[in-house]
């Protein structure tokens, strides 16, 4: 009887033939204390149905609230990256379910705008407004509220204002005085939100009276605005707005003056005279030419050498990001 083991050569090296080993003993075992994952599919299709709600609010509320194509692009490129990375991440863990709404947020990202660009704006309502200076009134302010488009306020008006509305619908002008003898003019425009709202069309050219002190308020949407107040008695400036391109055109200074500008991101011009005294402080990412313009900065804040005069501008930036610059005419 012949023997199937045949042992090592003289060489040093293994026979031709050798024990097979068992199929048991190729599996890997767990180490000690290993538990396996539990199979819960419940827990996720609760988790993807909280996502898919979360997910669905999130785009009606943004829906809501866009008004322009730039801001829907704006928002629709995150969309896009969150629908994409659902569809990868469901692809690389083998779930259809994942991947089917990271698809839909991708078509939502591009249907959004497409949308807008193709549908018609309302048409455009025109509207003219003028009022004289109430009597006893000593002071001024101007409140502008409106979407996007465009404003424009200069001086020399024949009355207390002048204006010429252009728009998707009609504007409220109000003009009060209050017991400090303050006149105020109210200019608003018209409520529109949503993604086909389409309140982006308002063109408005505003006139006020060099006869009287003003202050200048301004909440507006995605705007460019031209505030030329160089010939106005001015005693403050504030405007909010959101994707902006804004030139501020300031005059020589009598007194102390705030300049509040809170834009979530664009470009920013400030005309100031050559001989005004300004001190600016910036709050936010941006890129500024303030120091070519022979700003100092000490402490934060950028300042003209005589900043420690009485009359000055007191300038306050506030934004995401974007591109600020000085001129000194």
């Not at 025109?126 to 409140?143: E, H, I, Q, S």
Request: hydrophobic share 45%.
């Amino acid at each position: 009887m012949t023997s199937d083991f045949r042992g090592p050569d003289r060489t040093g090296g293994r026979t031709a033939v050798e024990p097979a080993l068992p199929g048991d003993d190729l599996i890997v075992q767990p180490p000690r204390g290993h538990r396996p994952p539990p199979n819960r599919p419940g827990a996720y299709w609760t988790g993807l149905v909280a996502l898919a709600i979360g997910l669905a609010v999130t785009v009606v509320a943004l829906a809501t609230r866009v008004t322009s194509i730039v801001q829907t692009v704006l928002l629709a490129v995150p969309l896009a990256l969150v629908g994409l990375g659902l569809e990868r991440v469901g692809r690389g863990v083998g779930r259809g379910s994942l991947r089917s709404i990271g698809v839909l947020l991708l078509v939502v990202a591009v249907i959004g705008p497409v949308a807008l660009s193709l549908s018609s704006p309302d048409p455009a309502v025109v509207v003219t407004g003028n009022a004289d200076v109430p009597a006893g009134a000593k002071a001024a302010l101007l409140r502008a509220s409106l979407g996007g488009g465009e404003l424009r306020i200069a001086a020399e008006a024949p009355g207390l204002y002048s204006a010429e509305l252009r728009g998707p619908g009609q504007p409220n002008q109000q003009v009060t005085i209050t017991d400090q003898k303050e006149a105020v003019l109210d200019l608003r425009g018209p409520v529109r939100r949503g993604l086909l709202a389409r309140n982006r069309g308002n063109d408005w050219g505003v006139r006020l009276t060099t006869g009287l002190p003003w202050r200048v308020e301004v909440d507006a949407g995605a705007v460019t605005a031209d505030l030329d107040l160089r010939q106005l008695d001015l005693r403050g400036v504030s405007v909010e707005s959101g994707i902006s391109r804004l030139a501020v055109r300031l005059g020589q200074p009598v007194a102390r003056i705030p300049v509040d500008l809170r834009v979530s991101t664009g470009f920013i011009d400030i005309h100031l005279p050559r001989a005004a005294t300004c001190e600016i402080r910036v709050d936010g990412f941006s890129l500024d030419n303030f120091r070519q313009e022979g700003l100092v900065r000490e402490g934060g804040v950028w300042r003209t050498g005589d900043a420690g005069r009485a009359d000055r501008y007191v300038i306050n930036i506030r934004a995401a990001g974007g591109r600020i610059r000085l001129h000194r005419d």
